[in-house]
């Protein structure tokens, strides 16, 4: 009898650990194996596939090896910000893939295979398994379905243009404060040397948190930003691990971190969350921004918005806008300063437009060199270098059926600075490019994306930009510091490595 049973047992043992077994291989090494015969017999080509890190360990070395030195000062960035994309492309033309452990990244360079999977968001999603995604944007950004649509919906009036316009005398005084600082500075100088990152971070946070997100700078904002610095730099550690299944429980300290940065910031966001909505029960205005808007639909039991759904989008608000902001407002002056005849150019712009009158939105439609500057350097030096969809099924793209379980990948900066698409001088900053609009330039600018899931905030982020180049240029010259180091790199968003030290002189 207990013989029977401990057969029985055995048997039973031996169909599980068999069932597993199988699905482990499968992941593993069928599966991935089939996926890449099938993308081979469709002309793409990459390294064959590699069980437990696929290309992710030479990505990440290749990656340190040439962020250790500064480059050149050229724009041509791609083979530093994006080595391994650039070596691969080299290497296999631009139909390539790239293994991350059992998961497929399939580039897609061609305009209008890029412009039919930005059409078709159901099909080609947002990554769900993207747990870093999560924290370094969330909200809006990550969501699908109706929570996207529902949401988006109650945020669309913090993005009309009649909100944006409100936002420039706020960022026109930012500007001001910040360039009362320099002015201290410069009493008794002909010049001084600043480093525009802190400058700029905080100038831009200080603009969007206080017209977009909560209407107001408090203390648990300014702690927000610091744990955003935190969140980065672990992220950045962990880019090996991330195609790990369960990466976010490892026992690894950087791991501690950033869920302590992560959880603090959501602890902070609720506290802003709870005190408005106390103000708002007893009469406070609803203000516009962010929080308020999510705040009344959560008010409203019809809408179905939690209080866990204000406090994301709220947290995600602080994360997304100010820091992709920042970092291209960062390249602007850089490009400024590198290219004085352009800088002087769009100078002269400004005060035939506004002389010595603070910027306001009616003039800056008259900004035409101010714009294509703007633009050029949003086509070299785009913060988000690559983005990334999923596909769960069998999915027809042009004339191809891609395989279910692979990512495709969007490589701005790459496709930005390909001589094939944007012509021969890809490469070089030449704002003439856009002399008639960016709508009438030849090729598609991918920065802000396109399609339904473009960026909400474009308009936004486009007229800060010219309120505060505007403003500088009325008062200051900028030229690059003979300190500064040109090292472009990507911190999940393009910044430079070793800061942006500029010389700034006081226009006479
Ligand atoms: C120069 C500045 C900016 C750049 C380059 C930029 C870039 C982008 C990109 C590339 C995406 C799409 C990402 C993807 O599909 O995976 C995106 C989405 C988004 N951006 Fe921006 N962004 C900027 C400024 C802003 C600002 C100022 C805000 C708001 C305050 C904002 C809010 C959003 C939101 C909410 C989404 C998600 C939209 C959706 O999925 O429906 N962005 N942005």
């Known amino acids: 009898m207990d013989a029977t049973i401990a057969s029985i047992l055995i048997s039973v043992l031996s ?64 083979p530093r910000i994006l080595p391994y994309q650039h070596h691969m492309a080299q290497k296999f033309g631009k139909k390539y893939f790239i293994w991350f452990g059992t998961k497929l990244r399939l580039t897609i360079m061609d305009p209008v295979l890029v412009k039919e999977i930005l059409s078709r968001p159901n099909e080609f999603r947002k990554p769900n398994n993207d747990q870093m995604g999560k924290v370094l944007a969330g909200g809006l950004f990550s969501s699908e379905g109706n929570t996207w649509t529902k949401h988006k919906k109650i945020l669309n009036p913090s993005f009309h243009m009649e ?25 008794s100088k002909e010049s001084i040397e600043i480093d525009m990152v802190p400058e700029i971070q905080t100038l831009i946070n200080d603009i969007m948190c206080k017209t977009v997100v909560t209407g107001q700078i408090s203390e648990e904002t300014k702690r927000i930003y610091q744990l955003r610095i935190i969140v980065n730099q672990q992220s950045m550690k962990l880019a090996k691990f991330m195609f790990f299944p369960g990466w976010w429980h490892l026992p690894f300290l950087e791991v501690k971190t950033l869920k302590a940065a992560h959880e603090e910031t959501q602890s902070l966001v609720k506290k802003m969350v709870t005190r408005r909505l106390e103000e708002m029960k007893t009469g406070a205005s ?12 959560y008010q409203d039991e019809a809408s179905g918005v939690s209080l866990d759904d204000v406090i994301e989008e709220c947290r995600s608000f602080h994360f997304v806008g100010p820091e992709s902001t920042a970092r291209s407002q960062m390249w602007m002056l850089y490009a400024l300063a590198k290219y004085p005849e352009w800088q002087e150019r769009a100078r002269e712009e400004v005060l035939q437009v506004f002389g010595d009158q603070k910027p306001n939105i009616e003039g800056q439609n008259q900004l035409k060199i101010v714009t294509m500057i703007i633009y050029e350097v949003l086509r070299l030096y785009p913060p988000t ?45 030449n704002p003439e490019r856009f002399a008639e609009g960016v709508f009438n330039s030849k090729m598609q600018l991918l920065t802000f994306t396109a399609g339904p899931r473009k960026c909400t905030g474009q308009s936004m982020a486009m007229v800060t930009h010219k309120s505060v180049i505007a403003t500088l240029l009325q008062r200051f010259s900028f030229e690059l510091s003979p300190s500064y180091i040109h090292a472009p790199k990507h911190s999940f968003l393009l910044t430079p490595q070793h800061g942006m030290k500029l010389v700034v002189r006081k226009i006479v």
């Open 286 to 297: 609803n203000q516009g921004d962010v929080l308020s808007l999510m705040l009344e639909a």
């Open 15 to 78: 169909l599980v650990i068999l069932r597993y077994t199988i699905k482990l291989a499968n992941r593993y090494w069928f599966r991935p194996k089939k996926i890449e015969k099938r993308l081979r017999e469709l002309g793409f080509r990459g390294n064959p596939y590699r069980i437990i890190f696929g290309d992710a360990k030479d990505l990440v070395a290749m990656r340190g090896q040439l962020t250790s030195k500064p480059m050149e000062l050229s724009d041509d960035i791609t």
């Open 385 to 429: 270098g690559m983005f990334h969809r999923a596909i769960s099924k069998d999915t027809k793209l042009g004339d191809m059926v891609l395989p279910a379980w692979i990512q495709v990948t969007i490589p701005i900066t790459l496709m930005h600075h390909d001589p094939d698409i944007w012509g021969e001088d890809a490469t070089q900053f």
């Open 163 to 187: 909100k944006i316009k409100n936002m420039v005398p706020s960022i026109v005084e930012g500007c001001l404060e910040m360039m009362e600082k320099w002015n201290m500075s410069l009493a």
